[in-house]
């Protein structure tokens, strides 16, 4: 059995900072010490893949992230980690604990099948692993081996943690709970018949754009019609990774506060994981503006109606904490508010008309080509 303490200071030697994920038993002295530590920030996710997505943007803002949890959540991991984390070469070290494990100590039902396939989930997505250090004289080793190959192969490593592998941590800090700001929107909003395109609204946000801004564009039609539009080294194409745009954002944001990150997001992809609104808004960095285009539909897998038209996406990002709340019934109106300064986290429903431009071309710029651009841009402005 090993402390929080000595893991968690030998992993800051490489730069991890940020600790994202879910709750579980096994996890709580790490949570516990994280969450306690002035010189760390502990982010909580409401589903293991957006703590995937966070760190992954954080990651790509130049700070290196773990994220932590129970393997009966492994699965909601595997979207981000194939087709973000090892499509864009981010690095992460994930720690996932090993519940329901073979012969190991007795658990409940649900984690019996998973504490089987947990390791072979890791093998099936070719991420290397290994157990979990439980002595003191092996956590040096194992954060060696663990850098060690996210350095050399820009690929995520993972950790399987045992049962009582680090000793227990009392939590000494209080949660304070935030206070949601009342945004000032008429319930009755009446959207006009006559809605911009996707297009039109992507014209206004890159012709408003402020010098130094990034922007993070969902999977799908609305990255491809970016990239039609105008490609720039300051803008991320998310290739699946579906419903992990505002995440991703979120990490992004956190890891470069005197930097605007836009997030570009879909009615599909957030209804997805409509629970990263809550995340979001907790932490409410001041530097996130997060722009819902609504269509209605999943346009790019065949234009099914998604259920965003009985859902008032305005009001629940203002219930979940957003201090400032718009409906945009333009592009020029978009427009105006991406190029006035942003001083708080601040969302944005737009909606649109289906449809897209004929023979939409597909970025021929690689997801790794994007990243690197991208971070060589954040260096340089």
């Avoid at 439980?134 to 996210?150: F, Y």
């Avoid at 609204?201 to 019609?225: C, F, K, S």
């Avoid at 203002?318 to 708080?344: F, I, M, N």
Wanted: glycine fraction near 8%; charged fraction near 20%; proline fraction near 7%.
């Amino acid at each position: 059995m090993i402390s929080a303490e000595s893991f968690v200071k030998e992993s800051t030697k490489y730069g991890f900072t940020l600790w994202t994920g879910v709750p579980c038993s096994y996890l709580k002295p790490f949570i516990n010490y994280v969450i306690d530590a002035p010189d760390l920030d502990y982010i909580g996710a409401t589903n293991e893949g957006d703590a995937v997505a966070i760190a992954s943007g954080a990651d790509m803002g130049g700070r290196p992230s773990v994220v932590m949890f129970q393997n009966s959540g492994f699965g909601n991991t595997v979207n981000p980690l194939t087709s973000l984390n090892m499509i864009f070469d981010i690095p992460t070290l994930v720690i996932t604990t090993l519940r329901g494990e073979p012969g190991g100590p007795s658990d409940e039902p649900q984690h019996k099948l998973m504490g089987r396939i947990t390791t072979g989930l890791f093998e099936l997505m070719g991420i290397p692993w290994e157990y979990f250090p439980t002595e003191e004289s092996q956590v040096a080793a194992c954060l060696e081996r663990a850098a060690g190959h996210m350095k050399k192969t820009k690929q995520p490593y993972g950790l399987v943690m045992k049962k009582d592998s680090v000793a227990p941590h009392k939590l000494k800090t209080k949660a304070q709970p935030r206070e949601i700001k009342a945004a000032q929107i008429a319930p009755s909003f009446a959207w006009p018949s006559d809605r911009p395109s996707r297009t039109d609204v992507l014209r206004a946000v890159q012709q408003n754009v402020r010098p130094g801004d990034v922007i993070v564009a969902t999977t799908g039609h609305t990255g491809r019609e970016l990239y039609a539009l105008e490609d720039r080294e300051n803008q991320l194409y998310m290739v699946g990774s579906m419903g992990c745009a505002g995440s991703f954002g979120l990490g992004l944001a956190l890891a470069q506060p005197k930097r605007r990150v836009i997030v570009l997001d879909g009615d599909g992809a957030a209804l997805m994981r409509l629970g990263a609104l809550a995340t979001i808004g907790f932490e409410r960095p001041a530097n996130l503006l997060h722009i819902l285009l609504d269509n209605e539909l999943h346009e790019s897998t065949g234009a099914q109606s998604t259920v965003s038209h009985s859902v008032d996406s305005a009001l629940v990002a203002a219930a979940c904490g957003y201090p400032s709340v718009q409906r945009a019934p333009t592009a020029e109106d978009v427009g105006k508010l991406v190029a006035a300064p942003t001083s708080e986290l601040s969302f944005v429903h737009v909606k649109t008309r289906p449809g897209s431009p004929d023979d939409l071309p597909r970025p021929t710029v690689t997801p790794i080509q994007v990243k690197d651009r991208l971070i060589a841009f954040m260096k340089d402005h």
